[in-house]
């Protein structure tokens, strides 16, 4: 199968648009299988429990048309490998990737069986049979940026990453930019913890930035428990992935939810009808995949006007957090005045902005 | 750097412990009597779910705790009794046991995903954790001082009692002990099940203090350092105190030197370093002479009376 020449491409597509006319009577009867492999647990109340979220929406919007299936808790090594294999024999013909961490394995099974779609979060790496797919998360941090500046008494703000890759560095950035532009004063202090998911951890992680002066604390991991400590402590933060208030009504100031359905009705409709094409899918909040829950009471009426501001601004692409001038952290001027970032370039940042303290 | 600073930064330092200081604790007194139970996460995790669901159906956190140490013994013998009476090959048996407890555990959390536990308050009153000194000593739940409490506990029970010399007989040579007429199987199915309650206990801490919810798995593989812990520890209690609260310590710092701007070195370093520790322990104790800080010399070797 090595070769895969720009004249197969073209063969296996124009056979591909004729499938539906020719086949698809004899078909209908089949429903379409879907499968997903996840990073955590469905149960994580996170990441993995947002995108478990978006395949039960499209159980119910497609029906009976639609089989899906899930594996979770694979890895992100070479272990996804077979799984990924085995889900393309047993008939499933779209296969959603739900993790940064299976972008070559996805491309190596994609190779391997021409016939199935996949399609992989928060990549960069398309095939003919690949499509990326993400979400415009910065946008919503650039909302939780802009509380945090006007909450944060300490000028001091925390963040709790996972791992150093760039959709958590345009999360720290972002956050940071709309907090300085409330405030220029504003600090980062940042601390990775080398995992999406582990309590204990993030609770230790959440308590060393408290400790160190944080009086807001944004999480880019999965758990509530950064947000159970901050009400203990009397701080605020932000919850992750999916509205967490109930976990702590006091400390959650508000949440960046993560919208998966329409995506995965969208594509699974788009492989019923044969309309379906190797694509890159960047969405946010004026697609409605990045969405701002309710804001709690405890927020002042001109700081969620300020932050409604914000969302107003993406909704009608008037505003953008990473327009410069942006310097990093060692005062170099990244994005001259009157530029801002592409999308491309956002993809692959791996510098901080001024004001973030990392290690 | 104030007193404040350092007593929060210590109270982080208890947090992170405790957990992986219990579980350790249940399989010292295990790997004493001879077997090794690799089931720990396992149990933990049904300990975690059995603690944070019935300490919520029943509004009482201490019914929880109760619970979990039952879960955590409960399970445990599962594995007993395939390697004690069927005299399954400990190593595997243990190891399917933490797998079964992953999803065992998952199976009777779909419910209770997305609740909040009560708060589980420290069993002292709230006057005395006024002040940062207070803070320190009187401010932590439950648990803590359990922890504490047992590891010195079970240290004067393996040294000074006539019933831990007969455990570490039994670890030691369990065919000697046999012949003298102490009943090595009855002996070892109190210490799996002893260990199986304490694990449940430590996967309770997780889910009813450290983040009062449950989540699948999110004990995060300290059963596994509490595991490696055991060997840094050369079968010893004190030891094991030390080392688990040195682990503490390392981790905690590795999070301050992070917050504060430095990587003392590469995260992955940190990650690995008790298992690096442990697998040095071991190069060590092997390469000495004598018995003195050695495992249980029947560790993980079957038993079969009339075999």
Known sequence: ?359 | MTLTFLIDALITVIGITTPILLAASGVLVVEKSGVINLGVEGMMLVGAITGFAVGFEFSDPWIGVGAAAVAGAATSMIFAVLVLSLGTNQVATGLALTIFGIGLSSLIGTNYTGFAALPFDPPFPDYLAQDPIGRVIFGHSAFVYFALILVFAIGWFLSHTRAGLVLRAVGENDFSAHSIGYPVIAIRYAAIAFGGAIAGIAGANFSMVITPLWAEQMTAGRGWIALALVVFSGWRAGRLLAGAYFFGVLMTLELYAKASGYAIMPSQFWAAMPYIIAVAVLAFISARDGRSGKEPACLGKPFLPNG
């Open chain 1, 1 to 359: 199968m090595g070769n895969f020449t720009r004249r197969d491409f073209v063969k296996a597509a124009a056979a591909a648009s004729a499938l539906p006319i020719l086949g698809r009577p004899a078909f209908a009867a089949d429903p379409l299988k879907v499968a997903f492999i996840f990073l955590g647990p469905v149960g994580d109340y996170g990441w993995t429990w947002a995108h478990n979220k978006g395949r039960l929406e499209l159980e119910k919007a497609l029906g009976d048309k639609v089989k899906t299936t899930y594996v979770e808790n694979v890895k992100e090594d070479a272990s996804a490998v077979p799984i990924l294999r085995d889900l393309a024999r047993q008939g499933n013909k779209l296969i959603f990737a739900t993790s940064f961490g299976y972008m070559d394995q996805v491309l190596e099974v994609a190779k391997e069986f021409p016939d199935v779609k996949f399609e992989h979060c928060t990549g960069f790496k398309r095939a003919p049979n690949v499509t990326t797919y993400n979400s415009r998360f910065h946008e919503g941090r650039a909302v939780t940026g802009t509380i945090a500046g006007h909450m944060s008494k300490s000028g001091v703000i925390g963040y709790l990453g996972s791992f150093k890759i760039p959709e958590v560095v345009m999360g720290v950035n972002a956050f940071t930019l709309a907090a300085q532009a409330v405030n220029p004063k504003i600090q980062t202090k940042l601390v990775m913890i080398d995992s999406w998911f582990d309590p204990a951890k993030e609770t230790a992680a959440t308590q060393t930035l408290a400790n160190l002066g944080c009086d807001v604390i944004a999480t880019h991991t999965d758990s509530p428990a950064p947000l159970q400590f901050c009400q203990q402590k009397g701080i605020y933060g932000f919850g992750q992935g999916a509205d967490m208030s109930k976990f702590a009504p006091k400390a959650h100031l508000t949440a960046i939810e993560d919208i998966w359905g329409p995506h995965y009705i969208a594509r699974a409709k788009a492989m019923l009808d044969g309309s379906w094409k190797s694509e890159d899918f960047w969405e946010g909040i004026k697609e409605g995949d990045v969405k701002i829950s309710p804001y709690n009471p405890i927020v002042p009426k001109n700081v969620q006007e300020a932050a409604d501001k914000i969302i107003d601004g993406y909704m009608k692409g008037t505003y953008d957090v990473f327009k410069g001038p942006i310097f990093d952290q060692s005062g170099a001027e990244k994005v001259p005045a009157g530029k801002a970032m592409s999308l491309g370039e956002l993809a692959t940042i791996d510098w901080y902005v001024k004001g973030v303290q990392s290690a």
